[in-house]
């Protein structure tokens, strides 16, 4: 079930109060109570310990056809030895109002957990973290992905209708003072991708970053996170009149305090285009959908990528979900002998409300499995299934599959330790593809 944290009400009413067409003053009025709220409430529910915090992450402008991929470091984030439940994020304007996406389209946001060697300050937006080298250390989720995939959470379009509860008595561990290297504490790194179509020429388009949208030219490519990177453009139509706008990225994180009652569980992020060779894992994280011949009834047009793989440990599954773009028809993780172990479907919108925008993926169902009912073994032999139409091509897109697994046996967390290593996650961990020559 999941907790949401409403405003306080005098900041409701001051937000009701701004109609168009009233005083500027009253305007910044409120833009400075919603930026101020660092924040918004914590509320504790039914006296079982489970807290909501709400918070902001700094505003971001974009107008027409512009885009915006910002790394946000040290962003605000619960405190203490806790266990995580849920996190939840959307969009919204300075009024606090939630953006649809089809105006802003929400490609992705992700937070990455890492230690940095106290006293090094890192600016709020970073784009080179090289000069620190050995004072930055990303802690790992649990995935195989050589580089990129690190996040803790993470999702696209469909967040706003998809669970991300962890059911009792689980829980992602954070801030063990025990894990927490010498000299060093723990922080958190918010990236949010975010592209306004509005009078975009070809929506689909943008959002699927298509190259020659965006003016970008890279040999062997048609689209992807290389052609719509930060401050990009894709084309609108002549004449289109747009304004900018200041946005925000608002995110719910529900946790409890951590207790010996808990049952720790691990993150995997499974990626279908993983090229794995021997103990390689090189996750490409994007591939492209090409259309089917000509002719081909549309209910017949399914491209399907799969990826066998195994886990180095096993465990019960807690919950699984999928992540996919537009044209994505589900994705199904399969143990041996073609078992199921959990296919999630993406739910598209159909009308022009927040939360149902009528072409895109709004959501993405989950798996729920009954404690100890559905396991994996440490080496097991596992596919990734990802389905999607190709009644036309779709450039850009990720077949990716979130895993909380619990294991009781003891493990360190997965540190990037070595200057060399923090500087090639740095890098590529983003989401970006890991292209080799």
């Not at 203490?80 to 009024?95: C, T, Y």
């Amino acid at each position: 079930m999941f907790l949401f944290v409403n405003l306080s009400s005098e900041i409701i009413r001051a937000m009701r109060g701004v109609a168009v067409g009233d005083s500027e003053c009253v305007l910044l009025h409120c833009v400075i109570i919603l930026v101020s709220l660092v924040v918004v409430q914590t509320s504790e529910a039914g006296g079982n310990g489970v807290k909501t915090d709400v918070f902001l992450s700094p505003k971001f402008v974009l107008e027409a056809g512009s885009v915006s991929e910002k790394y946000y470091y040290g962003v605000d984030f619960p405190k203490g030895h806790i266990a995580i439940k849920s996190f939840n994020a959307e969009v919204i304007d300075e009024r606090g109002n939630s953006v649809p996406l089809h105006e802003t389209y929400l490609h992705h946001w992700i937070v990455v957990r890492y230690y940095i060697r106290k006293g090094k300050n890192v600016a709020k937006e970073s784009v080179d973290l090289g000069i620190l080298q050995a004072d930055f250390l990303i802690v790992k989720n649990s995935g195989l992905c050589e580089h990129g995939l690190v996040q803790y959470f993470g999702l696209g379009s469909e967040t706003r209708r998809t669970a991300t509860d962890v059911p009792d008595p689980y829980g992602i561990e954070v801030g063990n003072p025990g894990d927490v290297p010498d000299g060093y504490e723990e922080k958190w790194m918010l990236n949010v991708h975010a592209i306004d179509t509005r009078g975009a020429e070809n929506k689909l388009g943008c959002t699927e970053c298509r190259c020659d949208l965006y003016n970008v030219t890279v040999e062997g490519y048609n689209g992807g996170l290389r052609c719509c990177h930060d401050e990009a453009r894709c084309r609108v139509k002549a004449g289109f009149q747009g304004v900018k706008r200041g946005l925000y990225l608002r995110y719910n994180v529900t946790y409890v305090d951590w207790d010996a009652s808990i049952i720790p569980v691990d993150i995997y992020i499974l990626d279908v285009t993983d090229i794995w060779t021997k103990a390689r894992h090189r996750c490409l994280i994007e591939y492209e959908v090409e259309s089917c011949n000509v002719g081909t009834k549309n209910k017949e047009c399914t491209h399907t990528k799969s990826l066998s793989v195994s886990l180095p440990t096993g465990g019960d599954v807690i919950y699984g979900v999928g992540h996919l773009h537009t044209g994505g028809t589900g994705i199904t993780l399969y143990g041996e002998g073609g078992r199921e172990i959990c296919s999630s479907i993406p739910a598209y919108g159909s009308g022009d409300e927040v939360g149902n925008e009528a072409g895109y993926i709004v959501g993405m169902s989950t798996c729920y499995p009954s404690p100890g009912s559905i396991k994996v073994s440490a080496g097991e032999r596992l596919t990734l299934v990802s389905n999607y139409s190709s009644a036309q091509t779709h450039t850009g897109v990720m077949g990716l599959f979130y895993l909380l697994v619990s294991d009781s046996s003891p493990k360190p967390n997965t540190l990037l330790h070595s200057s060399a290593q923090v500087r090639l996650y740095y890098n590529l961990f983003y989401y970006y593809a890991c292209i080799e020559s």
